[in-house]
């Protein structure tokens, strides 16, 4: 069972705070809206910018091609209309990372296109995504820079949801890491587009099942989904408006918004939530079993021996990354709490015990063949016994630690 470093939006994400974008004001875009619309299903996504800018008078799209950048040393871009190409050229490596030499040159190829838009009609940007680039760090770098976002899309085909969730290989050796020291994998990766996105393009075809459809409906079930064709829907979408920070709060370990339980055509999510802590030892011993028991596994647990620290689960492809996400707010002294954001606050005040305040067991599995009793049975077997629990917190504290390899301690 590997263990891969998360890179949530790829490497060197940036930690600039952004604002809502959603806000006109400030910044040099004027009237320009960008829409970024990404996705490792590359024909869904080609599929989606293109019925935009056909139904969108003057919109153009801004793509980077990272494929070639280890051997030339340079990012593609091109920037096209509806009609065909209208520019290119190309930008260095940054630190040997093409994601990054992204990020240098997209902000002041948008306020170009901005400018040459200035007087004239609305404009919409379409920032199509090369395919393992993420949008969360794409989407704070915009909107930091005082452009407006529309949306961000992941285009979506069905039929390869499940398997781009079951695939555990590193982007590398797909031909898809985004830099030398990206660790990514397929399934993480995906995993992460389709989530973080309000907006599903669904290139729905023929292989797709309902199998499929209840899948992707589980996965995300707050996600708009507007099938690739419905162009006055996806024009809609694409400049509805996005806010980076609320969509940045709904992907956080602390108050992620996980889905709730769901059955439907042989796939099932089932919503595991306790107060008792984990014993180390017996959660390590059974982690293979838990992360092959899903397609796709999220959420916050704490260990009884780290009782101050909240820990995010994140596990696609049979492969698991557990990370520290902070402490618990129950740790924190009361002074603390007003630098946490309301979001968190009202995420721990839902969660709250009376013994142990935030901390809780909260995991989400989805998958088809999915079995709820026994996963329930398994998770279960791990958490502290009666008489573990009555030994009281110093002792859990001398437990042998089981994670120090996952926390990189």
Not at 103 to 121: H, M, N, Q
Not at 130 to 143: F, I, L, Y
């Given at each position: 069972m590997?263990?891969?470093?998360?890179?949530?939006?790829?490497?060197?994400?940036?930690?600039?705070?952004?604002?809502?974008s959603?806000?006109?004001?400030?910044?040099?875009?004027?009237?320009?809206?960008?829409a970024?619309?990404?996705?490792?299903?590359?024909?869904?996504?080609?599929a989606?910018?293109?019925?935009?800018?056909a139904?969108?008078?003057?919109?153009?799209?801004?793509?980077?091609?990272?494929?070639?950048?280890?051997?030339?040393?340079?990012?593609?871009?091109?920037?096209?209309?509806?009609?065909?190409v209208?520019?290119?050229?190309?930008?260095?490596?940054?630190?040997?990372?093409?994601?990054?030499?992204?990020r240098?040159d997209?902000?002041?190829?948008?306020?170009?296109?901005?400018?040459r838009?200035a007087?004239g009609?609305?404009?919409?940007?379409?920032?199509?995504?090369?395919?393992s680039?993420e949008?969360?760090?794409m989407?704070e770098?915009?909107?930091a820079?005082?452009?407006?976002?529309?949306a961000v899309?992941?285009?979506?085909?069905?039929?390869?949801?499940?398997p781009f969730?079951?695939?555990?290989?590193d982007?590398?050796?797909?031909?898809?890491?985004?830099?030398?020291?990206?660790?990514?994998?397929?399934?993480?990766?995906?995993?992460?587009q389709?989530?973080?996105?309000p907006?599903?393009a669904?290139?729905?075809?023929?292989?797709a099942?309902?199998?499929d459809r209840?899948?992707?409906a589980?996965?995300h079930?707050?996600?708009?989904?507007?099938p690739?064709?419905?162009?006055e829907?996806?024009?809609?979408?694409?400049?509805?408006?996005?806010?980076?920070e609320?969509?940045?709060?709904?992907?956080?370990?602390?108050?992620?918004?996980?889905?709730?339980e769901?059955?439907?055509h042989?796939?099932?999510?089932?919503v595991?939530?306790?107060?008792?802590?984990?014993?180390?030892g017996?959660?390590?011993a059974?982690?293979?079993?838990l992360?092959?028991?899903?397609?796709?596994?999220?959420?916050?647990?704490?260990?009884?021996?780290?009782?101050?620290?909240?820990?995010a689960?994140d596990?696609?492809?049979?492969?698991l990354?557990?990370?520290?996400?902070?402490?618990w707010?129950?740790?924190?002294p009361?002074?603390?709490?007003?630098?946490?954001?309301?979001?968190?606050?009202?995420?721990?005040?839902l969660d709250?015990?009376p013994?142990?305040g935030?901390?809780?067991?909260?995991?989400?599995?989805?998958?088809p063949?999915l079995?709820?009793?026994?996963?329930?049975?398994v998770?279960d077997?791990?958490?502290?016994?009666?008489?573990?629990?009555?030994?009281?917190?110093?002792?859990?504290?001398?437990?042998?630690?089981?994670?120090?390899?996952?926390?990189?301690v």
């Amino acid at each position: 069972m590997p263990h891969h470093p998360h890179h949530p939006s790829g490497p060197h994400d940036p930690s600039a705070r952004s604002r809502a974008s959603g806000d006109r004001s400030g910044g040099s875009g004027g009237d320009l809206t960008v829409a970024l619309v990404g996705g490792l299903h590359a024909d869904a996504r080609r599929a989606a910018v293109a019925r935009l800018l056909a139904a969108v008078p003057g919109a153009v799209a801004l793509h980077h091609d990272l494929a070639t950048a280890p051997e030339t040393g340079t990012v593609a871009r091109t920037v096209r209309d509806a009609s065909g190409v209208l520019s290119s050229g190309d930008t260095p490596l940054v630190d040997d990372c093409a994601c990054c030499a992204l990020r240098e040159d997209l902000v002041p190829e948008l306020r170009r296109i901005a400018d040459r838009a200035a007087g004239g009609p609305p404009r919409l940007a379409v920032v199509e995504l090369w395919d393992s680039v993420e949008p969360k760090a794409m989407a704070e770098v915009v909107a930091a820079a005082g452009l407006r976002i529309g949306a961000v899309i992941t285009a979506v085909d069905p039929a390869l949801v499940l398997p781009f969730l079951g695939n555990g290989d590193d982007l590398a050796d797909a031909g898809l890491a985004a830099a030398a020291t990206d660790r990514r994998t397929v399934a993480d990766t995906w995993a992460r587009q389709l989530e973080y996105a309000p907006v599903l393009a669904l290139l729905d075809g023929p292989d797709a099942d309902d199998e499929d459809r209840a899948l992707l409906a589980q996965l995300h079930p707050t996600a708009r989904r507007v099938p690739v064709g419905r162009d006055e829907e996806l024009v809609a979408a694409a400049f509805a408006g996005f806010d980076v920070e609320a969509a940045g709060a709904a992907q956080h370990p602390a108050c992620a918004l996980l889905p709730q339980e769901g059955d439907a055509h042989g796939v099932a999510t089932h919503v595991w939530r306790r107060h008792r802590p984990f014993h180390p030892g017996r959660l390590y011993a059974a982690l293979e079993e838990l992360t092959c028991a899903a397609v796709r596994s999220r959420g916050r647990f704490w260990l009884a021996d780290r009782p101050d620290t909240l820990l995010a689960w994140d596990a696609a492809g049979g492969a698991l990354c557990v990370e520290s996400a902070g402490p618990w707010l129950a740790s924190l002294p009361d002074a603390a709490w007003e630098m946490v954001p309301p979001v968190r606050r009202a995420a721990a005040a839902l969660d709250w015990h009376p013994e142990h305040g935030d901390r809780c067991q909260h995991l989400v599995f989805t998958s088809p063949g999915l079995e709820p009793e026994a996963l329930a049975e398994v998770l279960d077997s791990c958490l502290l016994t009666d008489a573990e629990y009555a030994a009281g917190r110093e002792a859990w504290k001398r437990l042998p630690s089981a994670f120090d390899a996952f926390l990189g301690v």
